[in-house]
């Protein structure tokens, strides 16, 4: 059962650098989304997709693209990289109809920007 | 718009005593209400769920949670807490629009 499978799980980049964090899930889900998560703030959500073809954006998404070509996969990309996205990224996913539905979440990708 | 709080950043309790974390929300329609939990490095683990079926949540680990209308909370508890509780404690409500709106996290130290 591979669930929700982000990639990589450590990766160090240098300030200006571009760099694809990488999720995908076999679930089927239509719902995808990405979160950062950072000490005493809780998790925050960076951009969600309800299905292939459409994207929108969440409570912090300057800095960040994404696209969604295909239901399995929902690839976040960082165009130019800042110290402030210093962060540990989760990528989630769920059925999107019905709220009470279990959103399930990856391991987490820790990026460090310095 | 929807949003949840979490008293206490840090709770801190002896392995055997009552576990208590509180959460409140707030929500202008009938709310979906989640508790996840993170153990170090690891990502968010599903503890249980209210979805109004009914107000008494009993979930996975011995974990359970009320969801009270009248106090708009939904504090998570455990009769007797283990050394493996330690861990992160997230609250979420989710809104319309399927996004989860988490609380900032409530950390549970157990002690021996």
Not at chain 1, 32 to 54: C, E, F, K, N, T
Request: with cysteine; glycine share 8%; hydrophobic share 35%.
């Amino acid at each position: 059962n591979a669930g929700v499978t982000q990639t990589p799980k450590f990766q160090v980049l240098k300030t200006g650098q571009s760099m694809t964090l990488q999720c995908a899930q076999d679930m089927n889900h239509e719902y995808m989304s990405w979160y950062r998560q950072d000490p005493g703030m809780g998790l925050r959500l960076i951009h969600y997709s309800v299905g292939a073809g459409i994207t929108d954006q969440g409570e912090v998404p300057n800095g960040y693209n994404v696209s969604r070509s295909t239901t399995e996969d929902f690839p976040l990309r960082l165009l130019s990289a800042a110290p402030s996205q210093t962060s540990v990224y989760f990528c989630a996913s769920s059925y999107a109809t019905g709220l009470g539905n279990t959103i399930y979440f990856g391991e987490g990708s820790w990026l460090t920007v310095v | 718009a929807q949003s949840v709080t979490q008293l206490g950043s840090h709770v801190s309790v002896s392995e055997g005593a009552l576990v208590l974390l509180r959460c409140n929300y707030s929500s202008s329609v009938p709310p979906y209400l989640f508790w996840y939990v993170q153990y170090p490095n690891q990502g968010l683990q599903l503890l249980l769920k209210y979805t109004s079926a009914a107000t008494l949540v009993k979930g996975i680990n011995g974990f359970e949670a009320e969801f009270k209308k009248s106090e708009t909370s939904f504090h998570l508890t455990k009769p007797s807490a283990h050394m493996s509780d330690a861990a992160e404690y997230f609250c979420a409500v989710r809104e319309a629009g399927t996004a989860l709106i988490f609380g900032k996290g409530t950390t549970l130290s157990v002690s021996s």
